[in-house]
T-cell receptor
Framework: RKEVEQDPGPFNVPEGATVAFNCTYSNSASQSFFWYRQDCRKEPKLLMS???SGNEDGRFTAQLNRASQYISLLIRDSKLSDSATYLC????????????FGAGTQVVVTP | SAVISQKPSRDICQRGTSLTIQCQVD?????MFWYRQQPGQSLTLIATANQGSEATYESGFVIDKFPISRPNLTFSTLTVSNMSPEDSSIYLCSVTSAVSYEQYFGPGTRLTVT
């Protein structure tokens, strides 16, 4: 079983719509959680950290459910520029700085 | 966030040769890492680059194949040795903030081995 699992998609989303997707992680001792965005042939870029209480950054909302060991990302009012692969990333408690990546969820926003 | 540069940005190499990739950060950072992203896959951690000492390798990666240097807090190199076509991949260095777990990536080196 993979440490971090994501639905690969693609999620085809009309412009202006809302899309949400989850990721599950297997290590219950995981300490830190992130969403990264990766555009085709580019490096991953940090989108947002995910905090226990949930957090919002503009049109993006991230939630963490420790009991069920999943995190979610919601994108409101989708823009064409939101088309990308979204990587769920987890940092194990006992391995400071080391990250475990999910395989990514592809989002395609269409006009 | 730190500004990270990598050289070369891409290369095409013959099997059996070696390539050294450089990673330069614009500020002193505590942790530096090297990742690999094979075509269509997500990122896999190769090793943690330790300043002034041997790198710490993840399972499946060995020093003879991927020697790493980190002479100071802003610079590291990764060498891909005795390359085979299976080494064709994007190699990325990353750095971690000293006060959070947030990690930032360099632009990557796209390696093709023929």
């Amino acid at each position: 079983r993979k440490e971090v699992e994501q639905d690969p998609g693609p999620f085809n989303v009309p412009e202006g719509a809302t899309v949400a997707f989850n990721c599950t992680y297997s290590n219950s001792a995981s300490q830190s959680f992130f969403w990264y965005r990766q555009d085709c042939r580019k490096e991953p870029k940090l989108l947002m950290s995910v905090y226990s209480s949930g957090n919002e950054d503009g049109r993006f909302t991230a939630q963490l459910n420790r009991a069920s060991q999943y995190i979610s990302l919601l994108i409101r009012d989708s823009k064409l520029s939101d088309s990308a692969t979204y990587l769920c990333v987890v940092s194990p408690y006992d391995s400071w700085g080391k990250l475990q990546f999910g395989a990514g969820t592809q989002v395609v926003v269409t006009p | 966030s730190a500004v990270i540069s990598q050289k070369p940005s891409r290369d095409i190499c013959q099997r059996g040769t070696s390539l050294t990739i450089q990673c330069q950060v614009d500020s002193q950072v505590t942790m530096m890492f090297w990742y690999r992203q094979q075509p269509g896959q997500s990122l896999t951690l190769i090793a943690t680059a330790n300043q002034g000492s041997e790198a710490t390798y993840e399972s499946g990666f060995v020093i003879d194949k991927f020697p790493i240097s980190r002479p100071n807090l802003t610079f590291s190199t990764l060498t891909v040795s005795n390359m085979s076509p299976e080494d064709s991949s994007i190699y990325l260095c990353s750095v971690t903030s000293a006060v959070s777990y947030e990690q930032y990536f360099g632009p990557g080196t796209r390696l093709t081995v023929t």
